[in-house]
């Protein structure tokens, strides 16, 4: 089976006589790096019969025509066969391991007069949580023709994108295809990485009648990564303001921060650290504050409207490389807090250094500020929340919950999706008791059933006592009788 460690082109074509360069990738783990690389053909009975290893050389018709080249530190191996014959078409394994079954990825390779030698695989490095940006090659610019991004399995390409406007239901709100100006090429953004991402890909476009030209790439993710998982999610009110924080590498110069507002696979920037506010966003949207020396600066967005709802981008240039991040707002319709609405209050994270722990043992770093009234994160249903003040806790809020005054925070975590985290932090606008009201009319209702039982006890020991008198008088009459 294919290793999800390993990845390689799955066809190859060269010409009678020619020569062709294969290269597989692997994950750069202490096992793959010392471990026997090889390339072997399988024969009519199935067997994969060794060309050529790291441990061993090329014998009989492959002598002199085939070498292997190993970069552990790029986790890259190269076979290079010179001298192409026509016996030479088959199918081949590159792979990892003491045996030929080991890891191993499969090819196809076609020997033809006039083949058409491809491009060789392009690899791309992204870090888990981070983002990565791919060059697809120049091609046709006529404009009937689509640009693609697939992945690759063991029978066909999986369309993730297209440049008309069709995405992958797994890439909502993360993947992005933008032309360079005139030349053909394209560039593909992609955040909030996962490892399932880590694959075989093509790219390029494709014209009406099914010609394309496309360009095969590698990309790799690496699991141990440093960069935290940030919340995905934002949730406020009609007519109410929030603010996040957007973030970046502060060791690197950037030609441009911005923000923009994902939509069928673009993104249209809504504003940028330079001045620029697209005009139906001017005064509700801007850039409140920057921290430079750890990376980051902090957008406000006030007087929310429903038609805000939908995916946004963080984004931060470097020429054709682009660190970006997403987020969705969700925009409810409630009622609006007293609270000045152009007065945000800002949240506060846990540490990465001291991650604390949710369902799952899954924990978002938090990022942004909340109005009142505003949550961030996926609330359970039927929440009513009181007033929440100072630190952080961790927990898990069961439906139908109220809660009244809390002295710290609380960081809710939905039980249907363990990897959102709902973070609480509204100050109390006033120091007047918030349990009275609702203490004061139990408090009566109490004091009016003691009375009610009093009377009844009173009433009760009158008429007992009126009939022992009666009683009383009517044994003393028989005496004096």
Known sequence: PVSSSLHGSRFLAGGLGGSITHQCFYTTTPANKYERKYWCKIAANGVCYTIISSSSSPSGQYRGRVALGDVPQNGTFTVTMTGLRSSDSGTYRCGIGSTNQGLYVSLNLTVLPDATVPRPPQLVRGQLHGSVTVLCPSGD???????????????????????????????QGRIVLTPQDGSGAFRV?????????????????????????????????????????????????????????CHHDPRETYEKKYLCRWEGGSCQELLDQQGFVLEPYRGRLWVSS????????????????????????????????????????????????????????????????????????????????????????????????????????MGTVPKATT???????????????????????????????????????????????????LTLAKIKLQKQTGKLAENLFGFARALLV
């Open 403 to 453: 809660m009244g005054t809390v002295t710290h925070s609380t960081v809710m975590a939905s039980a249907s999706k363990p990897d959102l985290i709902l973070v609480v932090h509204v100050p109390s606008s006033s120091g007047e008791p918030r349990l009275l009201p609702v203490l004061l009319p139990a408090l009566l209702l109490l004091i009016g059933i003691t009375i009610t039982l």
């Open 141 to 171: 610019t006529q404009g009937d023709r689509r640009r693609f991004w697939c992945k690759v399995g063991r029978s066909s390409c999986t369309l993730l994108a297209s440049s008309d406007g069709f995405v992958n239901r797994r890439y």
């Open 290 to 393: 920057s921290d430079p020396e750890h990376g980051s600066y902090t957008v406000l967005l006030r007087q929310l409207r429903e038609e805000d709802e939908g995916w946004y981008w963080c984004g931060a240039r470097s020429g054709h490389s682009e660190l970006t991040a997403s987020l969705k707002l969700l925009v409810h319709k409630g009622t609006c807090s007293s609270r000045d609405p152009g007065t945000p209050v800002r949240g506060t994270a846990p540490s990465p250094a001291a991650p604390s722990t949710a369902r799952h043992g899954r924990v978002a770093e938090v990022m942004g500020t909340v109005t009142r009234g505003t949550t961030m994160g996926t609330a359970p249903r039927d929440i009513t929340m009181g007033t929440v003040t100072r630190g952080i806790t």
């Open 189 to 245: 953004l992609i955040n909030g990485l996962k490892k399932e991402d880590s694959g075989l890909y093509l790219c390029g476009t494709q014209g009406l009648r099914g010609q394309d030209s496309s360009q095969e790439v590698v990309l790799q993710v690496a699991t141990a990564s440093a960069l935290p998982r940030r919340p995905k999610f934002l949730s406020g009110t009609v007519g109410g303001s929030l603010s996040f924080q």
